[in-house]
């Protein structure tokens, strides 16, 4: 490849990044993906066919052959002739003079090398120079200077051994076909000869640009070969009689049909054109239909590209699901054939779009899908029906989902036995046979276990592609045996401890406002995982009874404490948390101040220097109500755990207006700014706090006096190991 062809394919690389970073272009190409996609999957169907039969449909007559004929089969006739070429070698002619040319190119390289030493009036580069303007060979320039300054010996042994190694590859002969597969062999002898590496280097280098193949394909004879042994192949030949039955009426029509009814000449071509533009037309109109909903309702969605590629996605997974269920034959008997389409498993879109996507979009999709299953299957309402109601009541199962079991649940009790009443109701009105009704009620069940089981099975796959956070994904990270949560306690098991009250405290809350309470009892649990990087800076982990932060300033205390955002992030990103934790974990201190660093640093400082916003978390503030939800109970799990350690909290009373101080000051200092909570959520949120601490803060018997003893030296044993803090948890604990 030339300069300017490199050139114009780098210009061209170029100029398609730059239209693919464009959004509308983008969004374009993908969009054309998908509609082609579903096109082809869609258009498939309803390919030409003969006298108005086709593969799987039932023929309305008996067809007999016209006249006797004998036909090949011309398929499995290829496919033995196939078989047959393949069997043959490739013809070679050897080319003689190969051998002689390879030789003298190698001898007249280090006689280059020889003759260009021998001219001790130059320096090496001169001499490396003279060398490289007769030169023929690819050789790098250090390798050419380090011939020049090699001894005779070393020459004259690399010389040997580089004729030697191709007179053995031109001996075995070397195929044009295998020319690549020579160089290799070669490459991996020079690496057997223990050479050094600059020499292997060489060697290696100079043969692969000198050998050539001697064995050159003998394109006329191999060709002739080849027509020779596919000839000898006979063909493959069927026979069809006159007045023979090729199908009788009720009968499936099978691929072997209809190869009888072209052969015979019953065949008819139809036009396709005005069926595969009215597919378009239909398809264009579903397209239409699902972007109107999405730019009016959920626009969030309709802007979301990785979003959109996902519901995309399922849609062209159902429709080939479709597809394949349809041409399935369970049974030679037609009748029985038919029904296979209730067990098409339309419902686990319906279910895989409610967890992922959004509950009202996946009953748009479900009544779109059901439409085309009702086309695919010759226009069958009842099949569509069926389908319908099944793939709504998925949506209703799954309003509430919590665990993966709930899909389960789904598809043997909503879907199973929607579809079976609706297909029992569809038997009756139509009169069907109860033998045939006890085969659709049977594909009914089949077809709730098959929507649970796909939905299952593709529900973490499309979580890890696209990077979505569905409520099984949240359970399954909140789980103890979690690899974080497991790190969290074991390098810092007062963090992991003081999470769990945190969760706790942000579900019932969430529960309490109908936030959502998963995304909080997982933000919760992590929220603090960046103090795995350094445990022993936050009183909950100083088990020895030291405080490090008394040996350092208040400053960098301070960058300490705050840095444990940060490194909470980082690690939540390596541990591919979702990104909903994520976002709890970077703004579950807001912009508070460090305060207890802050009054400190105040304390120290004659010169009056020290500024209020270099104590302060960096940010962002809650940009939800989960967020700012985690923010509320992780101050307020600290604080009062501080003021229960200093005996400071004596009953439900004084906790209460204590819990609603630190909800309140959250609020007066903006830290709630934007988030969406409201005074009534507030208000609720620390009845919630209230409910959950009074199981921690609550009344104990009088024990025996031997006991209190006991109980009193556990309680100044436990005193002593912590180090002394302020209450509230912006003093740089938290």
């Known amino acids: 490849m030339n300069w300017q062809e490199q050139l114009r394919n780098l210009l061209l690389r170029g100029y398609v990044r730059k239209l693919w970073e464009q959004k509308e272009v983008r969004r374009a190409l993908l969009a054309g993906f998908f509609f082609?996609?579903?096109?082809?999957?869609?258009?498939?169907?309803?390919?030409?066919?003969?006298?108005?039969?086709?593969?799987?449909?039932?023929?309305?007559?008996?067809?007999?052959?016209?006249?006797?004929?004998?036909?090949?089969?011309?398929?499995?006739?290829?496919?033995?002739?196939?078989?047959?070429?393949?069997?043959?070698?490739?013809?070679?002619?050897?080319?003689?003079?190969?051998?002689?040319?390879?030789?003298?190119?190698?001898?007249?390289?280090?006689?280059?090398?020889r003759q260009a030493r021998q001219q001790t009036q130059l320096n090496l580069t001169d001499k490396r120079l003279l060398v490289e303007k007769t030169l023929t060979i690819q050789v790098q320039d250090q390798e050419i200077e380090m011939l020049l300054t090699a001894d005779d010996r070393t020459i004259d042994s690399l010389e040997q051994q580089a004729l030697q190694l191709l007179r053995q590859a031109m001996t075995q002969g070397v195929p044009e076909d295998k020319l690549?597969?020579?160089?290799?062999?070669?490459?991996?002898?020079?690496?057997?000869?223990?050479?050094?590496?600059?020499?292997?280097?060489?060697?290696?280098?100079?043969?692969?640009?000198?050998?050539?193949?001697?064995?050159?394909?003998?394109?006329?004879?191999?060709?002739?070969?080849?027509?020779?042994?596919?000839?000898?192949?006979?063909?493959?030949?069927?026979?069809?009689?006159?007045?023979?039955?090729?199908?009788?009426?009720?009968?499936?029509?099978?691929?072997?049909?209809?190869?009888?009814?072209?052969?015979?000449?019953?065949?008819?071509?139809?036009?396709?054109?005005?069926?595969?533009?009215?597919?378009?037309?239909?398809?264009?109109?579903?397209?239409?239909?699902?972007?109107?909903?999405?730019?009016?309702?959920?626009?969030?969605?309709?802007?979301?590209?990785?979003?959109?590629?996902?519901?995309?996605?399922?849609?062209?997974?159902?429709?080939?699901?479709?597809?394949?269920?349809?041409?399935?034959?369970?049974?030679?008997?037609?009748?029985?054939?038919?029904?296979?389409?209730?067990?098409?498993?339309?419902?686990?879109?319906?279910?895989?779009?409610?967890?992922?996507?959004?509950?009202?979009?996946?009953?748009?999709?479900?009544?779109?899908?059901?439409?085309?299953?009702?086309?695919?299957?010759?226009?069958?309402?009842?099949?569509?029906?069926?389908?319908?109601?099944?793939?709504?009541?998925?949506?209703?199962?799954?309003?509430?989902?919590?665990?993966?079991?709930?899909?389960?649940?789904?598809?043997?009790?909503?879907?199973?036995?929607?579809?079976?009443?609706?297909?029992?109701?569809?038997?009756?009105?139509?009169?069907?046979?109860?033998?045939?009704?006890?085969?659709?009620?049977?594909?009914?069940?089949?077809?709730?276990?098959?929507?649970?089981?796909?939905?299952?099975?593709?529900?973490?796959?499309?979580?890890?592609?696209?990077?979505?956070?569905?409520?099984?994904?949240?359970?399954?990270?909140?789980?103890?045996?979690?690899?974080?949560?497991?790190?969290?306690?074991?390098?810092?098991?007062?963090?992991?401890?003081?999470?769990?009250?945190?969760?706790?405290l942000a579900e019932a809350a969430a529960d309490a406002i109908g936030a959502d309470s998963l995304v909080c009892r997982a933000g919760a649990y992590y929220h603090d995982v960046g103090k795995i990087q350094r445990p022993g800076f936050f009183i909950e982990n100083q088990m020895s009874g030291t405080n490090p932060h008394e040996r350092i300033a208040p400053s960098l205390s301070t960058l300490i404490i705050t840095s444990h955002v940060k490194d909470g992030v980082e690690l939540g990103r390596k541990y591919r948390l979702p990104q909903a934790v994520l976002d709890i974990i970077a703004q579950h201190h807001g912009t508070c101040l460090v305060s207890y660093f802050y009054h400190r640093a105040k304390e120290a400082d004659r010169l009056e220097t020290v500024q209020e916003e270099d104590y302060r978390y960096p940010g962002p503030k809650p940009q939800t109500r989960e967020a700012a939800i985690v923010m509320l109970a992780d101050s307020v799990e600290a604080a009062v755990r501080a003021k229960m350690q200093a005996g400071q909290l004596a009953g439900l009373g004084p906790l209460e207006g204590f819990v609603r101080k630190i909800i309140k000051e959250k609020l007066t200092d903006g830290q709630l700014d934007e988030s969406d909570l409201t005074l009534r959520d507030l208000e609720k949120i620390a009845q919630a706090f209230m409910k959950v601490l009074k199981g921690i803060v609550h009344a104990r018997i009088e024990y025996p006096e031997e006991l209190k003893g006991l109980e009193r030296g556990s309680a100044n044993a436990d005193s002593d190991r912590e180090s002394p803090e302020p209450a509230g948890n912006n003093s740089g604990n938290a």
């Open 36 to 113: 082609l996609a579903y096109f082809v999957v869609l258009s498939v169907n309803f390919l030409p066919d003969n006298i108005n039969l086709k593969v799987g449909q039932v023929a309305p007559k008996n067809i007999f052959s016209p006249s006797s004929v004998v036909y090949v089969d011309e398929k499995a006739t290829e496919a033995r002739r196939q078989a047959a070429a393949a069997t043959i070698v490739p013809v070679y002619d050897q080319n003689v003079t190969v051998a002689s040319k390879l030789e003298e190119e190698v001898t007249g390289f280090f006689d280059q090398i």
């Open 180 to 504: 690549e597969t020579e160089k290799e062999r070669l490459r991996r002898q020079i690496g057997d000869l223990g050479l050094k590496k600059p020499y292997r280097d060489l060697l290696v280098r100079l043969t692969a640009n000198i050998l050539r193949p001697n064995l050159i394909i003998n394109q006329e004879e191999t060709k002739r070969r080849i027509n020779e042994a596919r000839q000898a192949v006979p063909p493959v030949t069927k026979s069809v009689l006159q007045n023979e039955l090729i199908i009788s009426k009720g009968e499936r029509v099978t691929q072997e049909t209809l190869e009888k009814l072209q052969a015979v000449g019953l065949m008819r071509p139809k036009s396709t054109w005005p069926v595969l533009l009215g597919i378009a037309l239909m398809l264009a109109l579903n397209f239409a239909l699902t972007l109107a909903y999405l730019i009016y309702f959920r626009p969030d969605l309709y802007h979301n590209e990785k979003q959109l590629s996902l519901l995309a996605l399922i849609g062209l997974i159902s429709l080939l699901i479709i597809r394949g269920f349809l041409a399935l034959n369970f049974s030679d008997r037609p009748e029985i054939n038919v029904l296979s389409a209730y067990m098409v498993p339309v419902a686990a879109a319906s279910m895989l779009i409610t967890v992922l996507l959004d509950s009202q979009l996946a009953l748009l999709i479900t009544l779109l899908l059901n439409w085309w299953l009702g086309v695919l299957s010759g226009f069958q309402l009842r099949f569509a029906l069926v389908g319908l109601v099944s793939g709504i009541f998925a949506i209703y199962g799954l309003r509430r989902v919590t665990q993966r079991s709930d899909l389960v649940k789904t598809g043997l009790m909503h879907v199973a036995l929607s579809a079976v009443a609706m297909i029992i109701s569809v038997c009756l009105v139509t009169d069907v046979s109860p033998t045939l009704t006890g085969v659709a009620i049977a594909y009914g069940v089949v077809n709730g276990v098959l929507s649970a089981v796909l939905a299952g099975g593709f529900l973490p796959l499309l979580e890890s592609a696209f990077d979505l956070t569905s409520p099984m994904r949240l359970l399954e990270i909140t789980n103890p045996n979690a690899p974080l949560l497991k790190e969290l306690l074991m390098e810092a098991p007062g963090t992991y401890h003081h999470a769990i009250i945190v969760g706790n």
